[in-house]
C-alpha cells in the first residue's frame, strides 16, 4: 500500500510565496511521474505541474514562470515553490504519482489535498 501526504498550504497575500510538499511512502518499487493538481470551486480539476523520473516538467500555461516543481528522489518527495501568487490561484492543491508497487502493481494515486488562499 501507498500513500502520499502534502502539506505546506495556508493562507498568504497576492504577491506571496508558498512551497508545498508531497511525499510518498509504503511498498514503493518505482515512481515515474509526480505532480499537482488543483481544484477551485466551480471549476474542474487541472494539471498544474508534474515532473518524471528523468526530471522533464510540464506547467500549465497559467503558472508558467511563477511556479517550480521539483523532486528529492531519496525521499520520494515532491514540492511546488508557488511564487507571486494570485488570487485565483486559489485552490485546493493535490498531490499525485504513478506509482509501481513492489508487487509489481501499478498505479495512479492521489494526496488528500491541501487548501491554497491567496487573498487580495
Known amino acids: 500500500q501507498v500513500q502520499l501526504v502534502e502539506s505546506g498550504g495556508g493562507l498568504v497575500q497576492a504577491g506571496g510565496s508558498l512551497r508545498l510538499s508531497c511525499a510518498a511512502s509504503?511498498?514503493?518499487?518505482?515512481?515515474?511521474?509526480m505532480g499537482w493538481y488543483r481544484q477551485a470551486p466551480g471549476k474542474q480539476r487541472e494539471l498544474v505541474a508534474h515532473?518524471?523520473?528523468?526530471?522533464?516538467?510540464n506547467y500549465a500555461d497559467s503558472v508558467k514562470g511563477r511556479f517550480t516543481i521539483y523532486r528529492d528522489y531519496a525521499k520520494n518527495t515532491v514540492y511546488l515553490q508557488m511564487n507571486s501568487l494570485k488570487p485565483e490561484d486559489t485552490a485546493v492543491y493535490y498531490c499525485t504519482a504513478h506509482i509501481t508497487e513492489t508487487t509489481g502493481w501499478g498505479s495512479d494515486y492521489w494526496g488528500q489535498g491541501t487548501q491554497v488562499t491567496v487573498s487580495s
Open positions: 509504503g511498498s514503493i518499487f518505482s515512481i515515474y511521474t
Open positions: 515532473i518524471t523520473s528523468g526530471s522533464n516538467t
